[in-house]
């Protein structure tokens, strides 16, 4: 069987976390707890390491300790960014939206406009958890930030177009079917906890405080010096 390019990347990037983790253990004298590729501008990677208590090391493309404490702070707030990012973007929540759309589009094609809203919610569900589940996630990088926020905010406008459809229904749903009323009301349940009701744009914003915070700390508890 071929090997396809993603596959060729990810081993790449398995690669050179290993040989980060292998550095960061023979600068501090310790294992470290985890290692984050970080990619804060196109081609501009390194590594945050984490070590118990709790202690960081930021290392160059290179591996060599990174020496500027601007640098270990930008490095350390997209890595921590890139954290929020990956529990906001949960693709068993987006897939079980998914599943569930599928199961509303099961009951009726009625209304019509409702459940066009509805294929839509789905397929753009769908494109989201592939992007989050695809290998290469693992790579901390703000570039792809901008693809899934991109992605995101179609997934959002989608749901917007689902209760715009569905809102006058809500006036008549006694005389409605019960089985399209628990099926809609479901959907609406499932995009609520696969955040389709929110924007991750305004939801990355206000994780950015709590991010400088804990980019402040990782220069604090840095193993090696740090200037400027």
Known sequence: MET??????????????????????????REPLGVRAVEWA???????????????????????PERSAPRAREIAGAGLLWEHL?????????????????????????PREVMASIETLAARALELADWRERPERALASLVDMDAATAIQERIHAAYALFVRASDPL???????DPGLVGALRAVEQAAAVARATERLTDLLAVALGECADGA??????HVTPLSG
Do not use: K, N, S, W
């Open 86 to 110: 990956e529990l906001i973007v949960d693709a068993d929540a987006l897939r079980e939206l998914v599943a569930t759309a599928g199961r509303a589009l099961a009951v009726t094609d009625e």
């Open 170 to 176: 809500v006036e008549v749903q006694d005389r409605l």
């Open 216 to 221: 402040d700390q990782v220069v604090l508890a």
């Open 4 to 29: 396809t390019h993603d596959e060729h990347a990810a081993a790449r990037l398995l690669r050179d976390l290993g040989a980060a983790h292998d550095a960061a253990a023979a600068i501090a004298g």
């Open 42 to 64: 196109p081609g501009a990677r390194a590594y945050l390491c984490a070590f118990d208590g709790p202690a960081f090391l930021c290392l160059a493309r290179d591996l060599a």
